[in-house]
């Protein structure tokens, strides 16, 4: 647009100058139109420079800031992919250090040690022939109120109470069987008698049970384990057990441990036929 109104008034000033002045004076207006049409370009091809550069300045920006983006999106992906990661195998690591068994404090390493007979419940370590009925109580054995009416009941010099047959908390098939003792010469209450005898039994996972079935029992097995404990895990198998405790004393009536002259005490294990797990253990101390 402004080369043609530039144009037009070089044409009018030609025609102006050829009517009325010399002829010299239209080469100078040709001189003056061609140095107009220079700077018009020269100012055209600026323009068209500087709107390429800035085009070409936006674009390169642009491109340079998406990359920066890109690689910092791309970055912190990969951080967090990798912490995932990271905190995955913490998880992996302390579920294998849950299900590996640690004897607790107050046992033996010895499964059937016939030196600490003693079995645990909420994590306080019982003893046979130390531990006594109000013990057990304060260690949160689940007693029933009938049982517990009898703590202050007489029990004779050298005479046994009745057995105790309780569910373990927050199991359906773990139970525990208890009797105590007044090995003392005279006559004292129920509370004062000592652990004679601790045995638990339950039903575990059988090869021959469904897969439901078999879930439900470990789960059950679990729960259990959470209260009730002793110097083995719930799952010991016989293999296990002779590996740790040696050859047993006697095997007419179970996996048997016993000190010489000993006939009912020690430990009695009773091993599923076919998993060969535990499903039932006692410790008895006669005197």
Not at 194 to 211: F, G, S, T, V
Request: proline residues 2%.
């Amino acid at each position: 647009m402004r080369k043609s109104l530039i144009a037009a008034a070089l044409v009018a000033s030609v025609l102006s100058i050829t009517a009325c002045g010399p002829t010299e004076n239209v080469d100078v207006a040709e001189e003056n139109y061609d140095a107009a049409e220079e700077t018009t370009v020269a100012e055209t091809t600026e323009e068209t420079t500087e709107a390429t550069t800035e085009e070409t300045t936006a674009e390169t920006t642009t491109e340079a800031t998406t990359a920066v983006v890109t690689t910092e999106v791309t970055t912190t992906a990969e951080t967090t992919v990798s912490a995932v990661t990271e905190v995955s195998g913490e998880a992996e690591k302390k579920d294998e250090k849950t299900e590996e068994f640690k004897t607790a404090e107050g046992f033996s390493s010895v499964y059937a040690d016939l030196d600490n007979r003693a079995f645990g419940y909420n994590g306080k370590v019982l003893r046979l022939g130390e531990s006594t009925f109000q013990d057990l109580v304060d260690a949160g054995v689940p007693f029933s109120e009938d049982d517990l009416l009898d703590a202050d009941n007489n029990v004779k010099s050298g005479n046994t109470s009745d057995y105790y047959t309780l569910h373990v908390d927050d199991s359906k098939y773990s139970n525990l069987q208890l009797m105590f003792v007044n090995d003392t010469d005279t006559n004292i209450k129920l509370k004062d008698c000592k652990l004679e005898l601790a045995r638990w039994w339950a039903m575990i996972p059988r090869p021959a049970y469904d897969e439901e079935r078999n879930a439900e029992l470990k789960a059950d097995l679990e729960a259990a384990a959470k209260h009730v404990s002793f110097a083995f895990p719930l799952t010991l198998t016989k293999s296990e057990l002779i590996a740790n405790s040696g050859d047993p004393t006697d095997e007419k009536l179970g996996t048997e441990y016993k000190n010489p002259g000993e006939v009912y005490g020690g430990y009695r294990f009773t091993f599923d036929t076919d998993s060969e797990v535990l499903q039932d253990v006692s410790i008895e101390l006669l005197y």
